[in-house]
């Protein structure tokens, strides 16, 4: 088969790509591992930034996120038992709308099949050959388990942290990392929020995070052992220990429900540089990992596409120039957000390692950015979200 750009994976990243290629004329393929029902109903992440909702907004993408979506003026840290909040749209007027991931995935996929763009679900044994030309080929199974080529003019590799892109050019990358003393175990539960904004909670059992999808469904996260496992979570110890870290001395009863989702995710810092290598371009988790306290990653993979979709429109019209400046141009914006992001989880967490010392300079940097405007406004304007490049 030939088409001019052949995508893997369809998460956020290579969805949206594909969704603004096929507008732009392009003919593209979306190659996904897993079946059509398992992508749509992933329970992921939860927070858009604004330049996120405007993009799809612009794209034609946001009747339902604008129907659906929650959006928020201002969340709350919880530390000393009790609420300290980040008032993001006085302080930036800008705001943050909480729309789950799967519902965006479900609007691209919906997208794309009301105009007929191809994406190929339950695929397999995906392998990437001369990328370093300008005829790469990509071999895979097709759902029937019939081997497949491809043969296009460029890759994107959007699948994700472990997908096969990014180990196919791992000798010509520069990897960075870092690993956390920490997972979450997040919880979707049928019950209201129990309070109508995020609380980020820093406690000494650990880190709690109240979010929602829904007036009547409430998203909560807790920060566990990264080796524990989900088996030793029983619901009734999920909503014990979340009630003793979210404690405040004032008004609040967390709403328990039945818990209708539960996984444990371990937490990472990860940039692999360049984001390209000849005709295969990297984009979203395949290439970056965020621990998810900053809520970026899925934005970051949305910025990273709209970057992309640009530089593929031009090279496949003889212009190298966006394609050559690619990486660098998103490194700027993933940077950023790697910063921010482990700069929410150090000083929300509970390092179990942490002396005493390190300890009290957390509550200080948490006083600190709740009682100075000028520190509360550094973490809304990275929390709602930098302007596009
Ligand atoms: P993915 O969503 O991982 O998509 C990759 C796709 O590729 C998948 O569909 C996968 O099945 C497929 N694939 C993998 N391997 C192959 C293969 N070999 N062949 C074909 N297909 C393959 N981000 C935020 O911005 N805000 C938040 O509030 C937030 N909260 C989070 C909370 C949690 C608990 C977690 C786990 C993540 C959170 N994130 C958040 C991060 C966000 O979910 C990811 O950054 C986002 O999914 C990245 O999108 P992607 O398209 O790059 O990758
Ligand atoms: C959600 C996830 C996050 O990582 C975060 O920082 C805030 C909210 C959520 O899933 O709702």
């Avoid at 996984?263 to 390209?276: C, D, K, Y």
Wanted: glycine share 8%; aromatic share 8%.
């Amino acid at each position: 088969m030939r088409t001019q750009v052949a995508v893997i994976g369809a998460g956020p990243a290579g969805l949206l790509l594909s969704f603004l290629l096929h507008e732009a004329g392009i003919d593209c393929v979306v190659l996904e591992a897993r079946d059509r029902e398992y992508v749509r109903q992933r329970v992921r992440a939860g927070v858009c930034e604004q330049p996120t909702v405007e993009l799809l907004t612009s794209l034609g993408l946001g009747e339902r996120l604008a129907a659906e979506g929650m959006p928020h003026e201002g969340l709350s840290l919880r530390f000393d038992r009790a609420d300290h909040r980040i008032a993001l749209t006085e302080l930036t007027g800008k705001a943050i709308t909480v729309y789950g991931q799967q519902e965006i995935v479900k609007d691209l996929i919906d997208a794309h099949e009301a105009r007929g763009y191809p994406i190929s679900f339950e695929i397999s044994d995906v392998q990437l050959s001369d990328v370093d030309t300008d005829r790469p080929r990509v071999a895979y199974r097709d759902s029937g388990g019939n081997a497949q080529v491809i043969e296009c003019d460029a890759v994107a590799g959007c699948d994700g942290f472990h997908g096969v892109s990014r180990p196919s050019i791992s000798d010509n990358l520069t990897v960075f990392e870092r690993e956390y003393p920490f997972a979450w175990l997040g919880v979707l539960a049928r019950t209201p929020p129990s309070h109508h904004e995020l609380i980020y909670t820093h406690h000494e059992r650990g880190f709690a995070l109240h979010s929602m999808r829904t007036p009547e469904i409430t998203r909560l996260y807790l920060q566990v052992d990264p080796h524990d496992n989900l088996a030793n979570w029983s619901d009734d110890r999920i909503w014990a220990e979340l009630t003793a870290r979210l404690e405040v001395e004032g008004d609040f009863a967390l709403r328990e429900g039945p818990i209708l989702d539960k996984g444990i995710t371990p937490m990472r810092s990860f940039v692999a540089e360049p984001l390209r290598h000849g005709r295969l371009f990297l984009a979203g988790d395949a290439a970056h990992i965020v621990p998810p306290t900053g809520a970026k990653g899925m934005n970051l993979a949305i910025a990273d596409v709209r970057v992309l979709a640009r530089a593929l429109e031009a090279l496949l019209r003889g212009d190298e120039s966006l394609a050559a400046a690619y990486s660098d141009t998103c490194l700027r914006r993933v940077w950023r957000a790697e910063h921010f992001s482990w700069f929410m989880t150090t000083m929300l967490h509970t390092d179990p390692h942490a002396d005493g010392f390190a300890r009290q300079l957390q509550l200080s940097q948490l006083r600190y950015t709740t009682s100075s405007r000028a520190a509360a406004t550094s973490l809304a304007e990275n929390y709602v979200g930098l302007p596009f490049a």
